[in-house]
């Protein structure tokens, strides 16, 4: 069992900077406006030797019952009680103030090893505030600066001293080794769940889990960081990604939310499946059909998601078949992506919405056989042949499948920069048709095969 530690202070003492220095990466977004962090991130720390989780959590702050910032401290609260230590940080430049105060003695009743981390301390001013923070009777503060690496020895030494003894493991170097293919169908499917704001995505998520684990608020705009949950749905291991809401460019203003797009794209970008979620009642809106094109042109595999159906009025098997056409319709470029309509928070078509996701990744990972290609290739040429360009006929020789993940091939052909993209969309659309790759992006590239005569020079007349 991994030996975990949770983050905590008040608001904009350097919780998320210190968090990616210990995971090595910019997994949580910063900025210097308070309160950037709302729900709880969890990753995978080193410092040194040392191997631990550490959980990044909201700022301590106050509020009345049921607002957002009574939610995010319960969000804290759970982090502590998960938690096998706590880090107390504080911002050693403006020294102690009376909020550190009452949230030590939140920390001393969690009954749990402290470390006190008196951020910020680099230069001259930070020292002033980091003596201010024995008065908290926490302990000798730590002096460090998490945004430069300062310090870091001395944070190692007083972990070191919480930590428990490492098990040598025997077997540890069989973790490198090359998986099968039934192990590579078993590992954890990374998917992100993407939308405009508030379409429902952090309450899906919470339905899966079975918890509150994700802040969920009428106000548009409450998930702010991409959140990373593992969930195992029926005996598969799923590692789902809430990200934030992503709207149109023109919209967005605020630095703040352009840390927070970016990161839903980087999310967009690491999943494997990416499930598109739109209000049911202001469903394929043109930043819809934007997000559907941007997952389309990153190669994902995609499963539509019309949230809140329990809303609408009408739900019968026309108001479904309605759906289908307008996402073909408006979606050619993923023709056949499964569409389902669910409720997050009522947890109607959620099992469907799980088995399409397994569908739509196995799609994603299809091969086909190079002697089925081909077969397929000459029917679809012979059914409808490539125009002539500029009054010559254009060569189309074979294709072959070059990877999968997205089902990629490369068709070799006499002059590629000739090939019509309409007739290229042919191709993509029956080879879909053909291999039964519904919604699934489809990559074929064009290449030219070689002229064994190109070397010769023609005889002179």
């Known amino acids: 069992m991994s030996f ?50 550490i959980i990044d959590t909201a700022g301590l702050d106050e509020g009345a019952k049921g607002s957002l910032t009574a939610r995010m401290q319960e969000q804290t609260e759970a982090a502590i009680a998960q938690a096998d230590a706590l880090f107390f940080v504080i911002d050693a430049r403006i020294g102690l103030t009376p909020t550190d105060r009452a949230f030590a003695d939140f920390a001393r009743k969690a009954n749990k090893p402290v470390l006190l981390v008196a951020n910020k301390s680099e230069g001259k001013h ?11 009777g926490l302990g000798d503060p730590i002096q460090i600066s998490a945004e430069h690496g300062e310090g870091m020895g001395e944070l190692y030494d007083a972990l070191a001293k919480l930590m428990p003894e490492p098990v040598d ?16 169908a078993t590992r954890p499917i990374r998917v992100a769940i993407v939308g405009r704001p508030n379409a429902g995505k952090s309450t899906l998520i919470n339905h ?5 684990r994700l802040l969920t608020s009428p106000e548009a705009g409450t998930t702010r960081d991409s959140i990373a949950v593992e969930i195992n749905w029926k005996g598969r291991e799923f590692r789902v990604f809430d990200t934030a809401g992503l709207r149109r460019r023109s919209r967005i203003e605020e630095k703040l939310e352009k840390l927070s797009v970016a990161d839903a794209l980087r999310a967009v970008r690491f999943a494997e499946v990416v499930v ?16 559907a094109d941007l997952i389309e042109r990153e190669g994902r595999a995609m499963v539509l998601a019309v949230n809140k159906w329990d ?38 078509g959620i099992d469907r919405l ?9 799609l994603w990972n299809r091969r086909v056989s190079t002697a089925a290609l081909n077969r397929w290739f000459e029917e679809a040429v012979q059914a409808n042949p490539p125009p002539a360009v500029s009054g010559r006929r254009l060569k189309l020789n074979y294709i072959t499948q070059t990877k999968a993940r997205p089902p990629s091939f490369v068709l070799f052909c006499s ?47």
């Open 354 to 362: 799980m088995q399409a996701i397994q569908d739509a990744y196995a």
């Open 208 to 212: 899966l889990l079975g918890e509150e």
């Open 4 to 53: 975990t530690i949770a983050i905590i202070g008040r608001p904009n003492v350097g919780k998320s900077t210190l968090f990616n220095r210990l995971v090595g990466q910019k997994l949580a977004l910063v900025d210097d406006l308070p309160g950037v962090t709302r729900d709880r991130r969890e990753g995978e720390a080193r410092l040194g030797d040392l191997e631990f989780t």
């Open 126 to 136: 930070g020292d002033a505030g980091a003596m201010e923070a024995f008065a908290l």
């Open 276 to 291: 598109m979620t739109m209000d049911a009642q202001n469903r394929f809106e043109e930043q819809d059909l934007r997000i």
């Open 415 to 461: 002059r590629a920069d000739a090939v019509p993209q309409s007739y290229l969309r042919y191709l993509t659309n029956s080879l879909r048709e053909a291999f039964e790759l519904p919604g699934t992006p489809v990559r074929i590239t064009l290449r030219e095969k070689a002229n064994p005569f190109a070397h010769k020079r023609k005889r002179p007349s």
């Open 169 to 184: 493991e025997e077997e540890d170097d069989e973790d490198d080794a090359p998986l099968s293919e039934e192990e590579a």
């Open 311 to 348: 809303l609408m009025e009408s739900k019968g098997g026309g108001a479904i078949s309605g759906l289908r056409r307008d996402a073909d319709h408006l979606l050619p470029q993923v023709k056949g992506v499964p569409i389902i309509a669910i409720s997050g928070l009522m947890g109607e």
